[in-house]
């Protein structure tokens, strides 16, 4: 069973979301050092990031004060038979987008919305032209049962955040920033996105993939 890898690399050079800090990745010790220090006998790094960068997840607690933080969303809320919806090149999602996907996303619990944003990974407009929700879409798949949605682009709205809004106050998981969604293709498949359990926080940095079923 194949499993096909929907999560961008990271490295300093993984790009953040506008306004926050960089990815930082040092060095704490390394077999390649030389000079007058003496070589060392291991690697070492030190991973500092921004959790809403790259791909990740989002807990209600992002949006909610009072909503589940990251550690509390149970491992089975993350993983579980997906179906993946064609919503090319649309700027805005609507629910009349949505709404002929009905019988499907009511089968399945997690709901892969794919885009093609993700193509413009890199690209200057990538964070500033990505494709939106609008709440009435939030609305529909809170309706239809979805528990976690995953989008090819870096967040689901902008300010007022309606999107997150609806979506979050209903307790769905939000995946931001998914890639390489044309590999899955029209086959049955379980979608995982493992976050850390970083203790009362509002997210965290995942590894997402695809288990094809055939
Ligand atoms: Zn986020």
Redesign the pocket.
Known sequence: MPLIDLGYPLSNNTPPFPGDPSVEIKILASTAQTGREERQSLNCGQLTLPI?CAT?I?APY?FYANGPTIDQIPLTDCTGPAVLLDLFDLPVIDAQHLSSHREQLTAHHHAILHTGWYRQWGEDNFFTEHPVLTAAAAQLLVDCGVHLIGVDFP?VDRPPHEAHLVLLGNNLL?V?NLTNLDAIGPRPFDFSAIPLAIVGRD?SPVRAFARIND
Do not use: P, T
Request: aromatic share 0%.
């Open positions: 809403h990740h989002d992002h967040s939000i931001e997210g």
